[in-house]
């Protein structure tokens, strides 16, 4: 690899573009899934990309390969400079000069790779037998999985800079359906972490089954106005949906309704958003971004006020203002976008329980979906088929099933009551506690 990039970096010189960068990817991964005690699926590989991109008469060309030998390297040298020659992008684009130090982080747990698979084929048949033996009314399991790797980034460029970073992570997750005389519910839940320990089957196989019994005798409410709390995941799953308004590249295209707005209150004063590459044991922690720059914590929204956008070195140059570090590759092979990192609403101090005693009654969000179809990530409308549970004076009523939730995401920011103390990221990069969000509008019977 060493030759490789070498050679290459001097065969883009030659051919004279003023800069040049190699963004290299390498995975090894295991996966492995099982339906009623059945391996339904079963992946084991290892993977190797290389994504080049370079400044050609001031336009970014890119190339990508898998290949790594000298044909390769003519290939990505032509496949840059015809790249750059068909940008109409007049925007000024970069290379970061990797002069600022990166923060020292500790992403591995090599002990994940020295796990045979037979014991985490083991792990995960466990846990569809805790789930079956929750409750007698547990019906069936499935997609039930246990997947573990390690993926390395190394980005070189001809500025000098050569930095890289390697993580490992596991995760367990299934589904499980419970019946109840002509009803049916499902129930999903999983986790996610760098230590094999966290898989904990028994406590993963009841969760699971656990959501699925509690929804048994679910039916829809009357069509009205209610006092809605979204439980943490379905609050993570909305600003997953919207978190694309924080994004100085939506906004600088016209696709987020936040333009203009640093430093106005855009929300109410409990809420605050923050991104953190650096938090320990986020799933999208890391000690620099896509360009190299080293990662900082920014706080997005601080007690309703807009403080910045998340920017890359492209975005950032075209405001007048410094990267956020919020430069994004969804591959090797693909341009740099941008993108949040460890994305949360910052929890409040109190439970949920002693949230909902104060509120009296409403409803609990538990699960939205719908979202690429019920959710506009522009005007920030949405209205999402819903689950959840009716509640009165702190105390858990009649599972609800078939209702639709409908709001606006702006709206919401600026309406919301209170989080509560239960921070949760939800098998990714998002993160919220649970929120009040005051009353909304929900479609039922």
Request: charged share 25%; hydrophobic share 40%.
């Amino acid at each position: 690899m060493e030759l490789f990039l070498k050679k290459l970096m001097e065969e883009a010189r030659s051919a004279g573009l003023e800069a040049c960068e190699a963004y290299v990817v390498e995975r090894d991964s295991f996966r492995v899934m099982t339906t009623e005690g059945e391996i339904v699926e079963y992946k084991s590989n290892a993977a190797r990309g290389l994504g080049f991109r370079g400044l050609l008469n001031g336009r970014m060309g890119y190339a990508s390969t898998e290949a790594f030998d000298e044909e390769a390297i003519a290939q990505l040298v032509k496949g840059v400079k015809e790249s750059a020659e068909l940008c109409e992008d007049d925007d000024s684009v970069f290379l970061y000069d990797g002069q600022d130090a990166v923060p020292e982080m500790n992403l591995r747990n090599e002990a994940l790779s020295a796990i045979p698979a037979e014991e985490k084929i083991a792990r995960v048949l466990e846990m569809e037998k805790h789930i079956k033996a929750y409750d007698s009314r547990v019906d069936k399991t499935s997609h039930n999985t246990i997947q573990t790797g390690s993926h390395t980034i190394r980005i070189v460029n001809s500025y000098g800079m050569d930095r890289s970073f390697t993580e490992d992570m596991c995760l367990m997750y299934g589904q499980a359906t419970a019946r109840e005389g002509d009803h049916i519910a499902t129930g999903f839940y999983g986790v996610a972490g760098r230590d094999f320990a966290q898989l904990d089957a028994k406590a993963i196989g009841d969760e699971i089954a656990r959501r699925a019994v509690c929804q048994l005798g679910a039916s829809a409410v009357p069509t009205g106005h209610y006092r809605v709390v979204f439980l943490n995941e379905a609050m993570a799953d909305l600003l997953s949906t919207f978190s694309g308004i924080f994004s100085a590249q939506n906004a600088q295209k016209g696709m987020s309704l936040l333009k203009g707005r640093i430093g106005e209150t855009v929300a109410a004063p409990c809420v605050t958003i923050v991104d953190d590459p650096l938090l320990k044991d986020g799933l999208e922690s890391r000690p620099f971004d896509a360009e190299g720059v080293p990662s900082q914590t920014h706080t997005v929204i601080e007690d309703g006020v807009f403080k910045t956008f998340l920017h890359n070195l492209k975005t950032a140059h075209k405001d007048g203002v410094k990267t956020t570090g919020n430069a994004s590759k969804a591959g090797y092979a693909s341009s740099v976008q941008v993108a949040p990192s460890n994305f949360y609403l910052k929890a409040g101090k109190r439970s949920l329980e002693e949230m909902l005693r104060d509120i009296g009654e409403g409803i609990v969000i538990t699960e939205v979906s719908g979202l690429h179809a019920g959710a506009n990530p522009v005007s920030g409308d949405f209205s999402l088929l819903s689950k959840g549970y009716l509640f009165k004076d702190g105390q858990r009523g009649q599972a609800v099933e078939q209702i639709t939730v409908a709001g606006n995401f702006y709206e919401l920011m600026k309406n919301a009551r209170e989080m509560a103390n239960d921070l949760l990221f939800p098998l990714g990069a998002f993160g919220c506690p649970s929120v009040d969000a005051g009353e909304l509008s929900i479609s039922g019977k």
